[in-house]
DNA sequence: AATGAATGAGGATTCATTCAT
DNA sequence: AATGAATGAATCCTCATTCAT
C-alpha cells in the first residue's frame, strides 16, 4: 500500500522538493528551529536522502537562502525608465520592490533571522545573506550617483545605508504586523524621504547633518 | 566561619547569574539555540536551579527580555525640553535614543529575532516583545501629536509606523554591519527625513502621500 | 509494572553498572563496536543517563580501561621474596603475572585493540594504555636490574622490551586460541629464556647480539 | 579521441584501487571503524561501486587479507639455506622475517584486530587469518623438527606456539612504539632464545619445563 | 534555596546496502 | 562495468524537564 520504491529516480526533482519543504519550515521557524525530520516528513523523503543532496543542515539552509533569493531576483521587474522626473522614477522603483516583498521571500525572512545572530562558528547562510545585501546596497548607491550626479561619495554611502536599512525595517514590520501595515504606501513614503534628503544633500554642499 | 564568603544561599544573586548568562547566550543564538545546559554552564549553576527559578524556558527567556527592557528604559535618559525648535528637539531624542542602542540591548536584538519567526505556539517572549514595541510606537506617535498638532490621526499612524520600522532596521544594519555604521548619524538623518514629512503632510491637508 | 523511578538516586553505584555494562561489550567487540545503546540496554539506564556519568564515548572507554588496569594491579599479588635463586623467584613472578591474565582483563583486551589502531585523532583510552605499559616496562627493567647488577643499561631495556611485547604476544595467542593454551607454562619458558638471555649478556661484556 | 585516457572501464583496475583505500583504512581503523563511504571517498569510485565487486563489507575485508598476506609472502624471500650452523640459519631467517613486518603488512595489524574481538557473527576476515596464523605456526614447528630430530611432538608445539606468539607481540610493540624499536635486533634476540630453548629440551629429555 | 541524578524524546548525521538505469 | 539516487536502521549525543533529597 505505500509506494513500493520511488522507481525512475530524478535527483533534480529531489532536490527541489527538499529545498521547498525547508524554505517553508525555516520561514517559519528559523535555523535551529528547522529539523532534518521536519523536512524528511514535509517533502516525503528519508532524512537520509537529504544527506545524499546536501553535505549538512548548514548546505541545505544555504541553498535555500540562495535559491530564495535568485526566484526573486528575476522575478521583481523594475519598471521600464520612461521620461518622468528622477523621483517619480524612484518612486515607482520602491514600490516595485515593496510589492515583490509583499510574498515574503524566504532569504529575506531568514536571512535577517541569522543576521541578528552571532554564534561563534558562523552558517556559510549568514554569509551568503550578508554578501547579498551587500549587493544591494552597492545597487542603490549607484543608482543614486546616477539620479543626483552633484552628490558626493560620502553622502552616496550614507544615503544607501539609510536606504536599505529602513527598507529591512519596513520589511520585518509588515512581518510582524502582517497586513494591517500597507507595505507599498510605507515604501513610497520612503523613497520620497530618501528622496528629499538626497536633494538636501546635492544643494547645501558645505551644511550640516 | 568556615566557607569563605557567600555560601548561605542567596536567591537573588542566583536569579540575577543565571539571567546574565541566559542574555549572553540567548543575544548569541535565539530562542532555540539558547540551551538550558549552556546556560548552566555559563552561570556556573546547575541546570536543575535554573528551573528552581524559572518555570521553563520560555519563563527564562521571557524574563531576560523584560529585564533587558527595563534595564534600558532606565538607563536612556532623553533629553530635557529646552527651549528650542521642535526639530531640534526630535532630532536630540533620536540621537540619545541611538546612543543607547550601540550598546545593543538584549531585548531588542532577541525580540526582533523571535518577532522573526512564526511558528505554531509563540514564545512568551516574542508577545512581550511585541507589545514593547507597540508601546513605543504609541509615545512616538503621542510626541509627533503634541509637536504638530495639525496633522490628523491616520499621518500620524503612518509616520509612527515608519518611524519605528525604520529604527529597526537601523539597529539591524548597525548589528550585522558593526561599528563601520554610525548609529548616531543615522538616527539624527533619520529623525530629520521623518520631521521633513510630518511638516509635508501638515501642510497639505488634502494631498495625496 | 516497570519500575517507578528509580528512587533514592545513587550515581555510584549507576556508574558502577555502566562500566560492568561497557567492559563486558568493549572486550567482546572493541571502540567502534561498543554502542552506546548496547551500554545502556546492559545496564538497564537510558542512554542519557550514561552522559549524565561520562561526557562521551571516548570519556567512557577510557575509565573502563583505567578501573580494569586498578583492579587488575591490586588482585596480582606478586610472590614473596623468600630465599630462593633469583631465576626460581623470576619464574614464579611470570607464574603470578600468568595466573592473573587467565581471567582476560579488559584493559588489556582493549587496550592492545586500540594500540593496534591508528586513527587520526587518538582516543584517549589509547594514550592511557600506552602509558600502563610503559609504566610496566619501567618496573620489568628495575626488577632485571636488582637482580643482575652487572647488565648495562643498552641490556636492560633490550631485555624489558623483549618481555614485555612476548607477554603480550602470548596473551593474544591465549585469546584467539583459547585454553588450549596453557598460559602459565608459557610464562614459565618465558621467565626461562628471558633469564638465560640476561646471564649471557651479562657474560659476555664485548660480545654480539 | 575524447576522453584523455583510461575512461573504458577497467574492472581490475577498480578492483584494485578500492583494495588500495579499504586496506589504507582498513590498517588505521578497523573492521567497524572501516565505512563503505570512507572507502569510496578515498578511491574516488561510488559506494555502489564496491559493491559491484565486492558482495558485502566483510568480502571486501577478507580480500584486503588475503591480498595483503600473498603479496607479504612473495616478498618475503627466506634466506639461502647455506652451509652455516642451524642456529645461525634459524637467526637469519628471523631477521628476514623482521625486515618483512617493519613494512607493517596490513593482513597483520589488521587481523591481530580481528583477532582480538570476540563479537557474536565472526567476520571471516578473522577465521582467514587464524588459518594464516596456524600455518604459520605449523611452518615453524616443521622447521624446528627438521633442525632438531630429537625434539619431541609436544616440545615442538610448545616452542612453535610460542615463537609465533612472542613474534606477534613484538609487532605489536613495533607497531605502538614506533621506529624506535628495532624490530631486527628482537627478532634475532627473540630467535636465540628460542633456539637455546630447544637445545634444553632436546638434552634433558626427562625434565621438566 | 538548591542540586545530583535521572529520563524519554528528539537532535543531526552515518551506516551498509539496494536498485533502476 | 558502473553509478546516481534512495532507504531504514543505527550512530553518538543533546534536549527540556522532573524528582527525591
Redesign the interface.
Known amino acids: 500500500m505505500s509506494e513500493p520504491r520511488k522507481q525512475r529516480a530524478n535527483g533534480i526533482e529531489s532536490r527541489r522538493r527538499i529545498l521547498d519543504a525547508a524554505a517553508e519550515i525555516a520561514?517559519?521557524?528559523?535555523?535551529?528551529?528547522t529539523g532534518i525530520a521536519a523536512v524528511s516528513a514535509r517533502c516525503g523523503l528519508p532524512a537520509s536522502s537529504i544527506y545524499w543532496h546536501f553535505k549538512d543542515k548548514d548546505d541545505l539552509i544555504t541553498a535555500v537562502i540562495e535559491r530564495s533569493f535568485e526566484t526573486w531576483l528575476t522575478a521583481m521587474e523594475l519598471p521600464g525608465e520612461q521620461g518622468d522626473s528622477p523621483r517619480e522614477r524612484v518612486v515607482r522603483m520602491a514600490a516595485a520592490v515593496a510589492r515583490s516583498l509583499v510574498g515574503t521571500p524566504d532569504f529575506l525572512?531568514l536571512g535577517?533571522?541569522l543576521?541578528?545572530?552571532?554564534?561563534?562558528e558562523e552558517p556559510r547562510g549568514r554569509t551568503v545573506f550578508?554578501q547579498i545585501?551587500s549587493v544591494a546596497r552597492g545597487k542603490v548607491a549607484e543608482i543614486a550617483a546616477a539620479l543626483l550626479p552633484e552628490l558626493d561619495d560620502a553622502s552616496i554611502a550614507?544615503l544607501a545605508?539609510?536606504a536599505?536599512?529602513?527598507?529591512?525595517?519596513?520589511f520585518?514590520?509588515h512581518?510582524?504586523?502582517g497586513d494591517e501595515?500597507d507595505l507599498v504606501?510605507?515604501f513610497?513614503?520612503?523613497a520620497?524621504?530618501?528622496f528629499?534628503?538626497a536633494e538636501h544633500l546635492a544643494h547645501s554642499r558645505n551644511g550640516s547633518?
Request: aromatic residues 4%.
Open positions: 520561514a517559519e521557524r528559523g535555523y535551529e528551529g525572512r535577517l533571522m543576521a541578528l545572530e552571532r554564534r561563534p550578508l545585501r550614507l545605508t539609510y536599505v536599512a529602513a527598507a529591512d525595517g519596513l520585518v514590520a512581518q510582524t504586523e501595515i504606501r510605507l513610497e513614503l520612503h520620497h524621504l530618501v528629499d534628503a547633518p
